[in-house]
Antibody, heavy 118, light 108 residues
Framework: QVQLVQSGAEVKKPGASVRVSCKTS????????LHWVRQAPGQGLEWMGR????????KYAQTFQGRVTMTSDTSISTAYMELSSLRHDDTAVYFC???????????WGQGTLVTVSS | DIQMTQSPSTLSASVGDRVNITCRAS??????LAWYQQKPGKAPKLLIY???NLEIGVPSSFSGSGSGTEFTLTISSLQPGDFATYYC??????????FGQGTRVEIK
């Protein structure tokens, strides 16, 4: 079955960068886009962007342009999301999710808590 | 970007109640709308895609309707496991995806 397993929790200082990984299994990695969504404590869901693992093509939400980089390693079926210049309000749970057209995203990782604290 | 507005923000209901949650888009999105359920500490779970299609394994008590700019998620008879937060999401290949702000369904 389709599985998305994310890396563990991170604690970072303001100004640092964080990279979260999303290891996939149970399907052909290059056949489906992967999206990243975050959720600040007690807040709603925020779409960050997506990557086409086959081509490396990315599309980012305007809010994160210039600070986020999404990449993938097809040899290990893993996607990455790197967020730079971290601020306190980047503290959130970050999710990866697989898109299956026309269904939107129906397979999600378990989430990775990133805490930004001085 | 397309803005999605949900109402109400919070809804108090009892087991067995019929519940409606509304989602409005700032411009027409045809039927490119999904609904998710999220419980505390868990990832969102897809319920409905393309406005009215039930995801595999989701109870038939959930249904979706609408097109263009106005959409509704209906739970025909609220069950104990349905108390959660619900999000609508606009999705397509041509514009950034966006979520509504969420509707919390709580026990009355």
């Amino acid at each position: 079955q389709v599985q998305l397993v994310q890396s563990g929790a991170e604690v970072k200082k303001p100004g640092a960068s964080v990279r979260v990984s999303c290891k996939t299994s149970g399907y052909t990695f290059t056949d489906f886009y992967l999206h990243w969504v975050r959720q600040a404590p007690g807040q709603g869901l925020e779409w960050m962007g997506r990557i086409n693992p086959n081509s490396g093509d990315t599309k980012y939400a305007q809010t994160f342009q210039g600070r986020v980089t999404m990449t993938s390693d097809t040899s290990i079926s893993t996607a990455y999301m790197e967020l730079s210049s971290l601020r306190h309000d980047d503290t959130a749970v970050y999710f990866c999710a697989r898109e299956r057209p026309p269904v939107a995203t129906n397979s999600w990782g378990q989430g990775t808590l990133v805490t930004v604290s001085s | 970007d397309i803005q999605m507005t949900q109402s109400p923000s919070t809804l108090s209901a009892s087991v067995g109640d019929r519940v409606n949650i509304t989602c409005r888009a700032s411009q027409s999105i045809s039927k490119w709308l999904a609904w998710y359920q999220q419980k505390p500490g868990k990832a969102p779970k897809l319920l409905i895609y393309k406005a009215s299609n039930l995801e595999i394994g989701v109870p038939s008590s959930f249904s979706g309707s609408g097109s263009g700019t106005e959409f509704t998620l209906t739970i025909s008879s609220l069950q104990p496991g349905d108390f959660a937060t619900y999000y609508c999401q606009h999705y397509n290949n041509y514009s950034p995806w966006t979520f509504g702000q969420g509707t919390r369904v709580e026990i009355k």
